[in-house]
């Protein structure tokens, strides 16, 4: 690879986002009709405390894709459009809280990770400290689901990573923390794994904390 040429192109991309950036910043008091027409946006993992992002066609295939610099890690995450929209239908419930570790299985230490019902009856939601009654898809079992996730009471620096049981992290979505900034939270959509278990992982990375997840929306095949 031509490391040379490939920054070139990267800090090409990034002068013109800054541009087209500008250009939304003139326009932008007369979306708010279009912004209410667009879905809950898609997460995607990068490395550690992403700090800047840069769009454009890397790989000539005619679909944009993305260089984010990662400042922690010391790297740049290319991440690829594989083109074509997900024939997905959103479905939006009222904020249902599904997790809750202050009220059951205590926090989640760095370096472990603990499975979770992204929707169930009472008596399999509350066992995850959600709500008494239970978060319930209203379609039946979905293929995703979009979530709130929140982290509590860190004990330092790290992050949690929300993505499908057996998946691995790196596939989902994520809330970078600190000790100092405490309740920090991060909304995304993470694909759900199918079946009578649990549908979603979540890991603890570097720290220690506790974790709050209210489920937002559901994704289903599309008609």
């Not at 500008?22 to 007369?30: C, E, Q, R």
């Not at 898609?42 to 993305?66: C, E, F, K, R």
Request: charged share 10%; aromatic share 8%; glycine share 10%.
């Amino acid at each position: 690879m031509n490391y040379q040429k490939t920054l070139s192109r990267i800090i090409l991309i990034a002068r013109s986002t800054i541009a087209v950036f500008l250009v939304m910043w003139s326009i932008a008091p007369h979306m708010t009709e279009a912004n209410s027409l667009f879905k809950p946006t898609m997460h995607y993992d990068t490395g550690q405390w992403p700090s800047s992002v840069a769009i454009g066609d890397l790989n000539g295939d005619s679909y944009l894709d993305l260089a984010v610099a990662n400042k922690d890690s010391n790297n740049v995450s290319i991440l690829i459009n594989t083109g074509g929209p997900a024939k997905l239908l959103y479905t939006a419930v009222p904020p249902c809280r599904i997790v809750d570790t202050r009220k059951a299985g205590g926090t989640i230490d760095a370096s472990t990770q603990r499975d979770f019902h992204v929707f169930g009856s009472g008596s399999t939601i509350i066992a995850q400290g959600g709500n008494s009654v239970g978060c319930l898809a209203p379609m039946g079992e979905p293929l995703a689901a979009h979530i709130n996730m929140i982290a509590v009471n860190p004990s330092d620096k790290g992050n949690l990573q929300a993505f499908p049981v057996g998946a691995g992290a790196g596939a989902g979505l994520s809330v970078n923390y600190n000790a100092i900034d405490t309740n920090l939270a991060n909304a995304g959509t993470v694909k759900t794994v199918t079946g009578s278990g649990p549908n979603i992982t979540v890991a603890s990375n570097f720290s220690s904390a506790h974790t709050v997840i209210d489920v937002l929306g559901f994704y289903y095949p599309a008609p």
